[in-house]
């Protein structure tokens, strides 16, 4: 069982856990991703390693309650124990001999961002945050960014936080003012991603998009999070999560994630409603 020793709501929709699992803590790196259960008949969901602390022995997820189950996990508490934990799974994020890079993340996927931020700030690259939200109730993670970033440029549709715009308005500022990167790593909202690939492309930036989103089961069982990666069919789970980003059929892969949304929400909306009935949730 996988103790949860910390929980920390980030804004109304973003929860944060910090996980006891010492053996996955141990070998984890940025990029990779656990697959959790929250109890012994719950459904496998894959959730993006969001840090780590080898020497606490700890793992950190952070989760958008948009299904049943992160439903069922955003109601679990610290003292309560997950049922399955499983990891690190997932190819890590390619780091070593980078010397200047943009990390553009949009919403909960600045979460994943996070990580591989950190990790090239440790290894001394120069690095530049873009992170992009809704709004300012939507922001997450902006201290931890400033404290691993040379810059950090904070987008909101609305402006109420940062600059209003786009992640790739400010991308786009950058890379005219003079800003030369070795690569572009987005991870994000498949629309954004598509966005800012297309961005890169034009000025020949190298580009890595995270495909985390379209992942279901983790294993390349389930055929969820297959897509085309220049004309070839790959897996994101097993193949990824990253790809180079100017390769991936970005239309296909959001025309297939759309195909899952109807069936969250009712999960969702199925799981609210036991919990508002006080039933106990199996399954």
């Known amino acids: 069982m996988y103790e949860i020793v910390n929980k920390k709501i980030l804004n109304p929709t973003v929860t944060l856990m910090e996980i006891s699992a010492p053996k996955v803590a141990k070998k984890a790196e940025p990029g990779q991703?656990?697959?959790?259960?929250?109890?012994?008949?719950?459904?496998?969901?894959?959730?993006?390693?969001a840090d780590f602390d080898?020497?606490?022995?700890t793992v950190t997820i952070i989760f958008q309650v948009v299904g049943g189950t992160t439903e069922k996990l955003n109601h679990m508490e610290i003292g309560e124990a997950?049922?399955?934990?499983?990891?690190?799974?997932?190819?890590?994020?390619?780091?070593?001999?980078?010397?200047?890079?943009?990390?553009?993340?949009?919403?909960?996927?600045?979460?994943?961002?996070?990580?591989?931020?950190?990790?090239?700030?440790?290894?001394?690259?120069?690095?530049?945050?873009?992170?992009g939200f809704r709004n300012n109730d939507l922001v997450i993670l902006k201290d931890e960014f400033d404290a691993v970033s040379d810059k950090v440029v904070l987008?909101?549709?609305?402006?109420?936080?940062?600059?209003?715009?786009?992640v790739t308005d400010a991308l786009k500022a950058l890379i005219e003012s003079g800003e030369k990167y070795d690569e572009v790593i987005?991870?994000?909202?498949?629309?954004?991603?598509?966005?800012?690939?297309?961005?890169?492309k034009k000025y020949e930036i190298k580009?890595?998009?995270?495909?985390?989103?379209?992942?279901?089961?983790g294993t390349g069982m389930c055929g969820g999070c297959r897509l085309s990666?220049?004309?070839?069919?790959?897996?994101?789970?097993?193949?990824?999560p990253e790809f180079d980003g100017h390769l991936i059929d970005f239309d296909e892969a959001i025309s297939r994630s759309d195909m899952?949304?109807?069936?969250e929400r009712k999960k969702h909306e199925d799981t609210c409603n036991l919990f508002k009935k006080g039933d106990k949730l199996n399954g």
Do not use: Q, W
Not at 54 to 57: M, W
Not at 260 to 263: A, D, E, I, M, P
């Open 33 to 49: 991703f656990i697959i959790l259960r929250t109890d012994e008949n719950g459904e496998r969901i894959p959730l993006t390693v």
């Open 54 to 57: 080898r020497e606490k022995g």
């Open 82 to 131: 997950l049922h399955d934990f499983v990891g690190p799974l997932g190819r890590a994020t390619h780091t070593e001999g980078l010397k200047k890079v943009a990390i553009v993340g949009g919403g909960v996927g600045c979460a994943i961002a996070y990580p591989v931020a950190k990790k090239l700030h440790s290894l001394g690259c120069e690095v530049h945050s873009v992170v």
């Open 155 to 166: 987008m909101t549709d609305d402006g109420s936080a940062g600059e209003k715009g786009l």
């Open 186 to 200: 987005t991870i994000g909202p498949l629309v954004m991603m598509k966005f800012v690939c297309a961005l890169t």
């Open 207 to 217: 580009t890595v998009a995270s495909m985390n989103p379209i992942m279901i089961d």
């Open 229 to 240: 990666v220049g004309g070839k069919t790959v897996f994101a789970c097993v193949d990824g």
């Open 260 to 263: 899952y949304r109807g069936f």
